[in-house]
């Protein structure tokens, strides 16, 4: 698949760093380094624009070695980018630990991964199907 991308950044354009890699590093578009005090968010741009087809969807993703090291994860979860978005795209960081984390120009901030997704239509019923779980929630298996 080919994805159209404009690079209004300094850095090269994401690719994929190993051969099974699902994600593709993204890195802060920035001009100064950003503090990101405990519990602080900031919306980080990239400076790429893209033009994502139809039936899919861009996520930006957390990378694990940020989380992990230092507490620095998305605000947002997974962060989508709808196939008709053509504004830059930005990352919503937010620092999770107790120490300042600083953020400079070309740091790798986040991962943009590429999925395929369906639409649905929902169909109002009055009743759903019997499982074995059935509405057996969080925990009801005991782990």
Do not use: W
């Not at 209004?8 to 690719?15: Q, T």
């Not at 994600?23 to 624009?49: E, F, H, S």
């Not at 300042?100 to 991964?113: C, F, H, P, S, T």
């Amino acid at each position: 698949m080919r994805i159209k991308v404009v690079n209004k950044s300094n850095f090269p354009l994401p690719s994929y760093k190993t051969i099974g890699a699902a994600g593709m590093d993204l890195y802060a578009n920035i001009d100064q380094p950003i503090v990101l005090k405990p519990l602080d968010r900031v919306l980080i741009p990239t400076g790429l624009y893209i033009s994502v087809p139809e039936g899919y969807e861009a996520q930006i993703r957390a990378r694990s070695g940020m989380a992990l090291k230092h507490g620095i994860t998305l605000a947002n979860g997974i962060g989508t980018i709808d196939s008709d978005y053509r504004g830059e795209v930005g990352v919503i960081l937010v620092n999770l630990s107790n120490e300042e984390y600083v953020i400079n120009k070309g740091d790798r901030i986040a991962q943009l991964v590429i999925a395929k997704y369906e639409k649905i239509e929902f169909e109002e019923v009055d009743f759903l199907d019997e499982t074995e779980r059935g509405s057996g929630g969080f925990g009801h298996t005991g782990y």
